[in-house]
């Protein structure tokens, strides 16, 4: 099993699917969703990604399951359509979107304590080399198109971080996730 947490820098607005990077950089969270998720020909039924975004002044958490997800192609646009949905289901109250995706609200620091007893992964630049390293069942957290807030990383401080880099350049967000997967690919093989 594996997880991915981005944590969105800027408050997510009501999404406009004409003008993804003007609601909050929307086609950022769909790429991420995208390359957690999807393989060639199927759906990672190991993997979840968690999109942790401030919406109406709370901070919320939307999970994608790879497990139970229905009815979501791999697009930019319809990824950003249940988003979309995800977050008037935020606003109405509701925890459930569809199967396969839901919502709450909570903070960063709130969605990890949810994953003790696994590897609890920050994603960074200078961090060590992922390639070979052993992980169980980690949980990979990054940034969208931004660095995670200073006020997110303090509260982070609890938990034991294992500082990892994919590489040695920066990357988009969606291709470190995709980089990632591909390392737990090559060492589950």
Request: charged letters at 25%.
């Amino acid at each position: 099993m594996r997880d991915f947490i981005i944590c969105a820098s800027v408050p997510v607005k009501a999404v406009s699917l004409d003008d993804l990077p003007g609601s909050g950089r929307i086609d950022v969270l769909a790429r991420c969703v995208n390359a957690a998720l999807w393989l060639s020909h199927g759906v990672r039924r190991d993997a979840t990604i968690h999109l942790c975004f401030e919406c109406s002044g709370e901070k919320s958490a939307m999970s994608f399951s790879g497990l139970s997800i229905k009815r979501v192609s791999p697009d930019e646009r319809n990824i950003a359509s249940w988003i979309r949905r995800g977050l008037d289901a935020i606003n109405k109250g509701q925890e459930q979107v569809q199967e396969g995706i839901s919502v709450r609200k909570t903070d960063l620091a709130g969605l990890v304590s949810g994953f003790a007893g696994r590897d609890i992964v920050i994603l960074k630049e200078n961090g060590k080399d992922m390639r070979g390293m052993e992980l169980k069942d980690p949980v990979f957290i990054l940034g969208g198109h931004l660095d995670i807030p200073e006020s997110e990383l303090k509260a982070l401080e609890r938990f034991k971080l294992k500082e990892v880099s994919v590489g040695p350049k920066s990357l988009l967000a969606s291709h470190a996730i995709a980089l990632a997967n591909n390392e737990m690919d090559r060492q589950h093989a």
